[in-house]
């Protein structure tokens, strides 16, 4: 019990929350019922690009059963959106609609199929606009504008040059620049969307399946003028998000409006194919990438020229697009970089973030452009990146300070546990072997909309005979484990035992304010916050024991439940006890905590995005087996290696590293929302839009490494690790498969057809020579 | 998505639901383990107003062997059915690996055999493998029954000679003379996909020597076809790579496939000549797998 550095952390502790899961107790907003409640549904355009002429909705209000019908004109008309200069969006649309699955209008009725039948019976005339799918075409002059507002379809356009890169180019041995393009992809939670309203006495309540309550807190409180303290926004148990649960999805609002006007409880969801349409996923991304040499393979400066299709509203796409050329220059050292982006508006469903935030698809292209560079240079391509390989303690070309940074490491040990050297030089025909490195923030250092609020808090009460104590936070779990591992970080900084914890989180009026879950914060962010809360706790019961015991509380230590005197270890008295005795002697118990990062980043145009107190790094190998004659693709095998800082539960740990590799796979070689001519999605379902499934994933080899010195900005030197892995896993598959058969696919995703043209087109050309 | 206002009737005999979808006429639509119908009913792809289950009709479960008539499979045998049946299994594995690699496990467990075949959708499973083996299916109404091959029963995607109100209630594969059997789904991934290319083939072989070869293709046509060029070629040859390379272009050059979500027409074409290839081998070599 009392040996080793930590008691708590660092164990697999079982989940919190695993035995209500499997047994099926656990309660998930769809599964919520309450008396009185209603049912509600949006009715959803059924064109791409269409002014609204008339919307009738007699018929539907006739419809028995039928409890409310609502339109643009019963709700307020405030936009909404990440950023002041882009709010674009309005609870329903007023005067056009901009894509197939824009909100119209929303129901409110007894049950399910009341609601259907009255959707079908609301008239809209439409007159059709032409409309543009394309983000390159949406751009040319002339172009259908899809926000009056907004000339040229330009959602957001930055510029951003750090040194001098043309100069590095001049300067360079050898430059190469190489366009990749990224495709459309949606996040697929196992959950779909849901929000349950209630308006009782003045007061909102929306249960809600939500990554941040407290976004969707202000967001709603903003719409209908309420105070913030009048809404309570309640996360129950969550079947993931990947950030498409980050931002409001229409149900709220709708909900909300319709919860007020009927004065009864409104539960509203989508359903698969709403989920698509609604969207908010991976944005497609066309990249050019340019990178200047000297003649050891020492990157000199890189430009990234990006356009991306952000569909036909902003959504969080601000942050995507900053999001997708900031985080570039964390792997590499160089002093010169030139990023440039252009977000389009076109008449598609909306993109926001997707795990990996802007990143994934930059970082394949990247990695892609790095591995060709290497061919060129007839480098080892493991060995042009340690050249180049960021270090501990050194800032970026765009001013993000990074403390801790082992990806030397990652990539030195991925290379030994893969036989890298080995597999290059002798790996059957047909088979490849392939790297790709990655990083990512612990935590976005500044939040989403401007605000002083801390980014966490927390508050733990020991309850009053001491035998628990509760842990208060508004972190989120949405299934990733926070709700686990924030209790272990509890537990350990107060001395006490994991066991016994009980959690209260995401809930905006019971809970501390914390942000929630994105950005792979809540271990660095809230876990700070949680960590403060503990050691107030445990510095209260030390002093209490003090006295109990008449020792000097200098002379003290807790641990796992347990205070005994360090000069005589016989001498013990336990947690339960003292805390009983403070809690009769002086009431509650409480310890509290927040966590406000420290200024960070540069004072340019965007600086913001992209700073964090802490980073990410890791290293991916992985090898493949190409079928040369289908272009099939057998992943066989990744190691993944991870510079995360401290772990404090390495089963949930690996959990991530397996989940994220799931994802950045399916990326890789299947996954593609795919439209028709009219903008109508061809595969918004599980069947057509194609998860990889079990039998598809490789075995996988996840490993650390550690910093010497352990992460400042973390508690106990934590950092992030849910979004870092799926970042490396697109590039890396792409460089196993020119490994394997010398082939290079310039698009995501690398689907067996793609392959199977490229090899096509390489043996005419040979033929040719 | 929500499914549309039906009646539904149970039926107690196939007389009797061959009765109702008589009487009611187009309107009515028979229904087994519903995993085509209600997805094309929740989005108003099929318009009925009632649907008539045999669900009850548990006789149309069996899976035996009759000598003298060959492996009879009733229509309502589930795709986990054909696939656990000992009688296949000892004889045509490739029909039970064929089932075992359909859908996924929720779909293998409720869908069945005789709606596999009976929706005639191109990219369909089981009829590739049946033809090949020369399947024959049973169509039965209120007034008698018919028996046709397998290989005659499609007309067109979802379009087959079935009229409104006969029913599919048995498969047979007759004694022949195949020494082996093999069906190929090409989906896009291991599980959950649908066949962008399928080949099934049949071959009889004395030593090296082609006696007699069938093979069918699914997914490259507006029903599942025959390559009889490829065949043709195969039939009393001796076998070598480069005569199946033969058979797999002719093959590819027979197939008409259509460029959509899952594949282009070239991608498709180019797989059929691979897969028949490889389906030979497969069968020439190691029997009905």
Redesign the interface.
């Known amino acids: 019990m009392m040996e080793g550095k930590f008691s708590v952390i660092g164990k697999s502790k079982p989940r919190i929350d695993g035995r209500v899961k499997v047994t099926g107790q656990a309660k998930y907003t769809g599964d919520l019922k309450l008396s009185n409640m209603l049912v509600g549904k949006i009715l959803t355009s059924p064109h791409a690009h269409a002014m609204i002429l008339k919307i009738d909705t007699t018929e539907a209000q006739r419809q028995p059963g039928v409890k409310a019908v609502i339109t643009h004109e019963d709700v307020p008309d405030l936009k909404y959106g990440i950023s002041p200069a882009r709010w674009d969006e309005n609870i329903f649309c007023i005067d056009k609609v901009r894509f197939v699955g824009d909100k119209v209008a929303a129901v409110a009725a007894i049950d399910?199929?009341t609601v259907?039948k009255a959707l079908a019976l609301i008239k809209v005339d439409y007159e059709l606009l032409p409309a543009v799918f394309d983000p390159i075409e949406a751009l040319q002059e002339g172009a259908p504008l899809v926000h009056e507002q907004c000339p040229g379809n330009v959602n957001t356009e930055i510029h951003q040059n750090f040194g001098d890169v043309e100069k590095a180019f001049a300067e360079a041995y050898y430059v190469r620049t190489d366009t990749f393009v990224g495709q459309r992809t949606y996040q697929c939670p196992i959950e779909p969307h849901s929000a349950i309203s209630v308006w009782e006495g003045g007061k909102l309540t929306v249960y809600s399946s939500t990554q941040s309550p407290h976004y969707f807190q202000y967001y709603i409180a903003r719409q209908f003028g309420l105070k913030m303290g009048d809404v309570r926004v309640i996360k129950p148990h969550m079947g993931g998000g990947f950030g498409g649960k980050l931002e409001p999805t229409g149900l709220e609002f709708a909900g909300a409006a319709l919860a007020m006007r009927t004065g009864r409880p409104v539960k509203m969801f989508y359903?698969r194919?709403e989920m698509f349409a609604h969207n908010r996923g991976r944005h497609k991304q066309i990249m050019k990438v340019t990178t200047g040499v000297d003649k050891h393979g020492k990157i000199l400066g890189v430009h990234a020229d990006f356009i991306m299709d952000g569909g036909a509203y902003t959504s969080l796409g601000v942050a995507t697009a900053y999001y997708a050329g900031a985080m570039l220059p964390l792997t590499y050292e160089y002093e010169n970089y030139k990023f440039d982006m252009i977000r389009a508006y076109t008449n598609l469903p909306a993109c926001g973030a997707q795990r990996g935030h802007g990143h994934p698809q930059p970082r394949y292209a990247y990695e892609c452009h790095l591995d060709m560079l290497a061919k060129d240079l007839g480098m080892d391509p493991l060995e042009l990146r340690l050249i180049n390989t960021r270090k501990p303690n050194t800032v970026t070309p765009n001013d993000f300070r990074v403390n801790s940074c082992e990806l030397e490491a990652c990539l030195k040990k991925a290379k030994e546990i893969s036989g890298w050297e080995e597999k290059r030089k002798n790996l059957s025909s047909g088979k490849g072997i392939g790297l790709a490195v990655g990083s990512f923030v612990t935590g976005a250092g500044y939040p989403i909309y401007r605000t002083d609020l801390p980014q966490a808090a927390a508050m733990i009460k020991v309850n009053e005979d001491g035998t628990s104590a509760t842990l208060y936070t508004g972190a989120v779990d949405i299934g990733q484990g926070s709700d686990t591992i924030l209790c272990q970080m509890a537990a350990e900084a107060m001395g006490f035992t994991y066991e016994q914890m009980k959690i209260v989180s995401a809930d905006t009026e019971t809970t501390p304010h914390d942000f929630g879950a994105y950005a792979s914060r809540q271990t660095l962010m809230s876990g700070a916050a949680v960590k403060q809360a503990g050691e107030e706790v445990k510095q209260q019961v030390i002093e209490m024991a003090s006295m109990m015991l008449q020792t000097d509380y200098r002379d003290l230590e807790c641990r796992e439940g347990v205070i005994w005197r360090k000069t005589d270890p016989s001498v013990t008295i336990t947690y339960a006890a003292v805390a009983r005795d403070f809690f009769v002697r002086k009431g509650p118990l409480v310890g509290k905590g927040s966590y406000t990062p420290p200024k960070l980043g540069g004072t340019f145009k965007g600086a913001p995005v992209g700073t964090s107190p802490a980073y990410s790094f890791c290293a991916q190998i992985s090898q493949v087996d190409i079928d040369e004659?289908?272009g099939e693709i057998k992943v066989e095998h990744v190691w993944d290696v991870h510079d995360c800082g401290t772990v404090i539960n390495p089963a949930l740990l690996h959990g991530q590293v397996h989940g994220a590799l799931f994802m950045g796979m399916g990326e890789a070689v299947?996954e593609e929302v795919?439209f028709d001519d009219k903008g109508k999605i061809?595969?918004a379902n599980?069947?057509?839009y194609?998860l990889?499934?079990?039998?598809?994933m490789p075995n996988i080899t996840s490993e650390l490494v550690f910093s010497p010195e352990p992460e400042p900005a973390g508690p106990w030197g934590v950092k992030e690790v849910g979004e870092g892995s799926t970042i490396p896993t697109m590039g890396c598959y792409s460089n196993a498969i020119y490994d394997a058969m010398g082939v290079r696919v310039y698009s995501l995703p690398l689907?067996?057809?793609k392959v199977?043209?490229a090899l096509?087109e390489k043996r005419e050309h040979e033929q040719q020579k | 998505?929500?499914l549309p206002d039906f009646d539904y009737i149970a039926a107690a005999t196939v007389v009797k639901a061959s009765r109702l979808l008589g009487s009611l006429g187009p309107e009515a639509k028979l229904i087994a383990g519903g995993t085509d119908v209600l997805p094309m009913l929740k989005q108003g792809t099929l318009a009925t107003k009632t649907l008539i289950s045999i669900n009850r009709l548990s006789e149309l479960k069996n899976i035996s062997f009759e000598k003298g008539k060959g492996h009879i499979i009733g229509a309502l045998a589930t795709h986990n059915e054909v696939m656990k049946s000992p009688v296949l299994q000892e004889k045509y594995m490739s029909v039970c690996e064929t089932a075992h690699r359909m859908a996924?496990n929720q779909i293998r467990n409720i869908g069945t055999i005789g709606g596999n075949i009976s929706n005639a959708v191109p990219s369909a499973d089981f009829p590739p493998i049946l033809i090949a083996l020369g399947a024959t299916v049973t169509l039965q109404n209120s007034s008698g029954s018919r028996t046709l091959p397998l290989e005659g029963f499609f007309m067109g995607p979802r379009q087959s000679v079935i009229a409104q109100d006969e029913i599919l209630t048995e498969i047979v594969i007759p004694e022949n003379g195949f020494s082996g059997s093999t069906y190929h789904k090409?989906g896009?991934?291991?599980?959950?996909?649908?066949a962008v290319v399928g080949v099934a083939v049949a071959v009889a072989m004395e030593g090296n020597i082609c006696k007699d070869a069938c093979i069918v293709l699914g997914a490259v046509a507006p029903t599942p076809m025959r390559a009889k060029e490829a065949e043709a070629l195969l039939r009393g040859k001796e076998v070598s790579d480069a005569l199946l390379e033969k058979a797999g272009k002719l093959a590819a050059a027979a197939s008409n496939p259509i460029t959509d979500?899952?594949?282009?027409e070239e991608?498709r074409r180019?797989?059929v000549r691979?897969f028949t290839r490889r389906c030979l081998r497969k069968a020439m070599d190691n029997g009905h797998v």
């Open positions: 399910e199929e259907y359903d194919h004659e289908t299947w795919v061809l595969n599980l069947g057509e194609r990889p499934t079990a039998l598809d689907s067996y057809e199977w043209r096509k | 998505m929500y996924n090409f896009l991934r291991r599980s959950g996909a649908l979500i899952r594949g282009s991608y180019d797989m691979v």
